[in-house]
């Protein structure tokens, strides 16, 4: 089976890894200590390590599929991916398996990773017969997800890598699968395909119908920030700002790269920052662009809720 070509859209760059310590610690103390134990989805979740990959990867996919979640605590959109996959994991019951890998507290599959050609996460992969291949890049809502992982399975019994699914009622209980709203399935696809503007188009006329929805705004604003990011050159962007703290469009291009590498408590101190030194167009320039980066990440991240009362306290 050939591999899928996924769009990057919605991935953390991981060349500038942030450590999550304490976390990472705790979770790599509780897989040590229990190898193979289940993680918060029960015995078809499981928490791999550098050392297990092998024995809860590779040896186990010759029985059953494994998808494998690479994430870390740092990445925001990975907290909307990883509920979703241990809950269809779960519905699952054992007819595939999660195991999620912590890229920071596991540095040679997060090195593997990079080696494949993998430059952010979320990533997940599917492991068949020992065999891994590519399967989804970037965050997603629960219908979508859900339509990727069927269609997979049917791609894997079409190569003869499964059984054939039953028909009819063989399988009793069995969930219901959701109906795909065809706008949001316009905006996946023009994703995967990499065509970005009319992935916007249809984020917009998600948002133009509800504006609260959330998949759309941030699928926005991530395509947006891509598209100002564009050739950007890194290191100039930080350098400039940091040679002149008062340029607001310095501080702006600054503050994306930073979201971009995943310092994204840099970027909004850094615009914060902005916002106190500056009065008038300048100060509202500086505002609005902390607000657009705001939507990069879910509404109930907590670096949000800081980075909001900082503002309010600059701006009054």
């Given at each position: 089976?050939?591999?899928?070509?996924?769009?990057?859209?919605?991935?953390?760059?991981?060349?500038?890894?942030?450590?999550?310590?304490?976390?990472?610690?705790?979770?790599?103390?509780?897989?040590?200590?229990?190898?193979?134990?289940?993680?918060?989805?029960?015995?078809?979740?499981v928490d791999v390590t550098d050392q297990t990959f092998n024995t809860e990867v590779v040896e186990r996919s010759q029985t059953v599929p494994v998808l494998v979640d690479f994430w870390a605590e740092w990445c925001g959109p990975c907290k909307q991916l990883g509920p979703i996959l241990e809950k269809l994991a779960t519905e699952a019951a054992g007819k595939w398996v999660l195991a999620k890998v912590d890229i920071d507290a596991n540095p040679q599959l997060g090195a593997y990773m990079q080696q494949m050609g993998i430059r952010g996460i979320p990533f997940v992969a599917v492991v068949v017969a020992g065999q891994l291949m590519p399967f989804l890049n970037g965050a997603a809502p629960e219908p979508q997800v859900r339509q990727a992982i069927d269609q997979l399975f049917e791609a894997l019994r079409q190569e003869g890598l499964l059984p054939d699914a039953p028909q009819g009622d063989e399988v009793p209980?069995?969930?219901?699968?959701?109906?795909?709203?065809?706008?949001?399935?316009?905006?996946?696809?023009?994703?995967?395909?990499?065509?970005?503007?009319?992935?916007?188009?249809?984020?917009?006329?998600?948002?133009?119908?509800?504006?609260?929805?959330?998949?759309?705004?941030?699928?926005?604003?991530?395509?947006?920030?891509?598209?100002?990011?564009?050739?950007?050159?890194?290191?100039?962007?930080?350098?400039?700002?940091?040679?002149?703290?008062?340029?607001?469009?310095?501080?702006?291009?600054?503050?994306?790269?930073?979201?971009?590498?995943?310092?994204?408590?840099?970027?909004?101190?850094?615009?914060?920052?902005?916002?106190?030194?500056?009065?008038?167009?300048?100060?509202?320039?500086?505002?609005?662009?902390?607000?657009?980066?705001?939507?990069?990440?879910?509404?109930?991240?907590?670096?949000?809720?800081k980075a909001r009362r900082a503002l309010q306290s600059a701006l009054f």
């Amino acid at each position: 089976m050939s591999s899928r070509d996924f769009s990057l859209y919605g991935a953390v760059d991981l060349g500038a890894r942030q450590t999550a310590a304490k976390k990472q610690q705790e979770r790599r103390a509780a897989t040590e200590a229990a190898p193979g134990a289940g993680a918060a989805g029960g015995p078809y979740v499981v928490d791999v390590t550098d050392q297990t990959f092998n024995t809860e990867v590779v040896e186990r996919s010759q029985t059953v599929p494994v998808l494998v979640d690479f994430w870390a605590e740092w990445c925001g959109p990975c907290k909307q991916l990883g509920p979703i996959l241990e809950k269809l994991a779960t519905e699952a019951a054992g007819k595939w398996v999660l195991a999620k890998v912590d890229i920071d507290a596991n540095p040679q599959l997060g090195a593997y990773m990079q080696q494949m050609g993998i430059r952010g996460i979320p990533f997940v992969a599917v492991v068949v017969a020992g065999q891994l291949m590519p399967f989804l890049n970037g965050a997603a809502p629960e219908p979508q997800v859900r339509q990727a992982i069927d269609q997979l399975f049917e791609a894997l019994r079409q190569e003869g890598l499964l059984p054939d699914a039953p028909q009819g009622d063989e399988v009793p209980g069995a969930p219901a699968q959701p109906e795909v709203d065809p706008v949001y399935a316009d905006a996946e696809e023009a994703l995967n395909s990499g065509d970005l503007d009319r992935a916007a188009i249809a984020f917009q006329r998600i948002l133009d119908t509800d504006p609260r929805d959330e998949y759309a705004k941030t699928g926005l604003a991530r395509i947006e920030l891509g598209r100002r990011i564009g050739d950007l050159d890194a290191q100039k962007a930080i350098a400039e700002a940091d040679a002149d703290p008062a340029d607001v469009l310095a501080q702006t291009r600054a503050a994306d790269v930073e979201v971009v590498t995943g310092r994204v408590e840099a970027a909004f101190d850094r615009l914060i920052g902005a916002v106190k030194r500056t009065a008038g167009d300048d100060r509202d320039v500086a505002r609005k662009h902390l607000l657009k980066l705001f939507e990069i990440l879910p509404s109930d991240d907590p670096r949000i809720g800081k980075a909001r009362r900082a503002l309010q306290s600059a701006l009054f």
